[in-house]
Every structure is written in C-alpha cells, then in structure tokens.
C-alpha cells in the first residue's frame, strides 16, 4: 500500500506541475481490511511495529484527504490476473471485466467452414 500510495502522490504532483487540476480523493482499492483499517487508525499498536514508517506514510495521505481505501472483495480484484494463479472461470471473469478477448474463438455468427453456399 505504501509503494501504491507514493505512486499516486507522484502522479497527483506530475498532474499540478502540467496544471491539470486533481482535486478528488485518489482511490487505492484494497482487500485487505486489516490493512485498510490499520492504516486509517490514528493509534499505534506494537504488532505493527514493523511496518511503523509505512503506516505512517499512507495514515497522512488519508487524513490529509489525498487517498481513500475502499474496500474490493477478493474475487473482484483485477490485479490478481497479474499476481496469482486462477481457476478458468475466475480468469475468464477478470479478463472479461479488463476487455480481454479470445479472437480465436468461435463468434455467435460461426465459422467460415460452416458456412452454407
């Protein structure tokens, strides 16, 4: 969340500097709602000792109304077609929700070798 979040700062910031102006709440979807939840809480806890300065990063961005963390169900997280290995029909659902199409199959109209003169 922390490497996305820098990356929308730097895209909001490169958008001012060509003065097209931003101004809603940037959007990082994510479906982890511990992470979400953590990162939005003001109060330190010492299992999260570890990812301190992380948390930190991405807590300012979201009081400071940069970034918002809506909440995606896993099984509509785009993203996972590039990172995980799916099931036929997951990947068939993902692909056809990012307009992926298989040109070699067959169209509702047929093939050329069915035909009829």
């Avoid at 820098?6 to 992470?35: R, V």
């Avoid at 809480?41 to 000792?49: A, L, S, Y």
């Avoid at 909440?71 to 307009?99: C, N």
């Amino acid at each position: 969340m922390a490497s996305t979040a820098s990356e929308l700062t730097w895209i909001k910031q490169l958008l001012a500097e060509l003065n097209i102006k931003h101004e809603a709440l940037m959007k990082m979807f994510c479906d982890n709602q511990a992470a979400r939840l953590i990162a939005a809480n003001p109060v330190f806890h010492e299992p999260t000792k570890h990812i301190e300065v992380d948390c930190h990063f991405i807590r300012e961005r979201i009081q400071a109304k940069e970034i918002e963390t809506p909440y995606v169900k896993s099984k509509d997280q785009l993203a996972d077609i590039f990172t995980k290995g799916l099931s036929i029909k997951a990947f068939e659902d993902i692909s056809y929700k990012l307009g992926l199409y298989d040109f070699y199959k067959p169209s509702l109209r047929g093939s050329v070798g069915n035909k009829k003169d």
